[in-house]
């Protein structure tokens, strides 16, 4: 999908198009992860993105509304600060030393961020009776990615179990199916 700022700024619109459409009665709906709600799904979002990059590069994320409150504003501003942070080029080609090794701020925001607000886009969708559909290329490039580290993904306590889905199955279905979710 090319530049790591292009591929996050196509995926979080998806990500806030379904953020948008959440019925005021729907956030409280369940969702997955197992014991999450479909406010838990921005919240993951909003609470733990900024603690990494605080963590790990010292980068303070401009902070919105809590999500108790307004759900579409906390994702909002987290959106527009991970997006800042990419389209600076001094600030999105710094390197860091980082749990997985020394890499640029748009590398990490790309393989880490990115990455979860996309497969997070399903579990709002799917809490909410919103379109789940995820874009096709994404899909594959991500089963593609994550299928050789199966063990090591399992292993980091980020993903549950896998759920067995027909052989034929769609790309879509078996990404989601890899992470531990019921297609």
Sequence with gaps: MGHPAERFRTIAATFTER?????????????PPEGWDARDVV?????????????????????????????????LALRDGLQAMLDDPDVATR????????????????????????????????????????????VHRMLEGMEPMDELLRSSGHYGPRVEVAADADEQTKLIAFIGRRP
């Design 95 to 138: 390197e860091y030393d980082m749990r997985m090794g020394r890499m640029t701020v748009e590398d990490a925001v790309d393989m880490i961020c990115t990455n979860d607000v996309f497969l997070h886009t399903w579990d709002l969708a799917r809490a909410t009776g919103l379109d789940e559909t995820l874009d096709a290329d994404e």
């Design 43 to 75: 919240r993951h979002l909003v609470e733990w993105i900024p603690g990494f990059w605080s963590s790990n590069a010292g980068i303070e994320l401009p902070k919105g509304p809590p999500v108790d409150d307004d759900p579409v504003g906390a994702w």
């Design 19 to 31: 953020v948008k459409l959440v019925p005021p009665d729907a956030w409280a709906n369940p969702a």
